[in-house]
């Protein structure tokens, strides 16, 4: 189950207006699942507002009064059936912080590569459909429209979800999320550790890495020691990711521990983190940084920004540590 931060996005979310937008079959086959995430958001302090299609006939009466039982803290706002329904909530108000659609499947790029974060450019570059056909009728016409809107700065941010237990909960207090966030204001800071908070989430993504075979298991006491010598990347004030430093000698450092939460990944925060770091090496006084990896995504990263694929003699004894890890060195220039 995905870790929930609650008192990080809270923080953000409290006191907000948040549309929460589905349709009347999404809304009937997952009633109970969506009306308990609202009442979650409800005692976070956040104002839901809750846009549906269902239409006006009497065996739907029951679900209508469910909801304002259930959800006193929420708006709902009933979109008649013969109108369109992502132009009506769309449209409903200016300003707006965060819409959530809820559909029945993922989005995914033309690979078929679930999609989590993604900027209004790259989401009309990368032609993105739900996972089935069946879902993408009118939905190009609506992707569209909420990137005009939120480059007109209508609309802040628009999440994507598919419907199900905990999604919408899972979409806006976690790292990870549930869907896809599509969105243009991110605001990155690149700062060291600075709370124990810091601690607990780098600890969460260096552990995903791990389970992905991409880094060595860092324990909680270890980064709590080194607490100095990690550096992390925010966005909107959320840790998403981090990068160790490592003093092999008086000249070199090496950069390790390096992972970006899978929501921000492909969306050049890994690029932000490096360059940030290589920049707060020269600072401190280093001459070279080096980096061990064996993911070749991030090798190519570094071949892009000047590193070089060797490993001198001067660092035999580092190289020893990882046998068959390749080496990336970069001369900081004075």
Known sequence: MPKLY???????????????ACREGILRDHFEDIVADLKFLEKQGIRPVLFHNMSNRFANHRHFKE???????????????????????????????????????????????????????????????FETLTANINFKRN??????????????RVHILSAAKQAIKNELFTIEGSGTLIANNFFETFSCVSSDDDIEIIDGILKLYKKQGFLKTRSREYIQKRRDHFFIVRIDGIVVGCAEKIRLDAKTAELGALAISSRFRNQQIGLLLIRSFLNQMKADGF????????????ARMYLDLGFKHESPLGLKSRQDQSPGVGMYLIDLEP
């Open 67 to 129: 909801l304002a039982a259930k959800l006193p803290g929420s708006e709902i706002v009933r979109v008649p059936g013969d109108h369109d329904f992502y132009d009506d909530v769309l449209n409903h108000e200016t300003g707006v912080e965060k819409i959530l659609f809820l559909e029945r499947k993922f989005l995914v790029d033309p690979q078929g590569n679930r999609i989590n974060a993604i900027s209004t450019t790259k989401a009309r570059e990368k032609d993105l459909t």
């Open 143 to 156: 992707l569209d429209q909420i990137c005009r809107k939120i480059e007109q700065g209508k609309i802040g």
């Open 287 to 298: 001459f070279r940084v080096v980096s061990l990896t064996n993911n070749m995504k991030l």
């Open 6 to 20: 609650l008192k990080e996005y809270k923080k953000q979310l409290s006191g907000k207006r948040i549309f929460v």
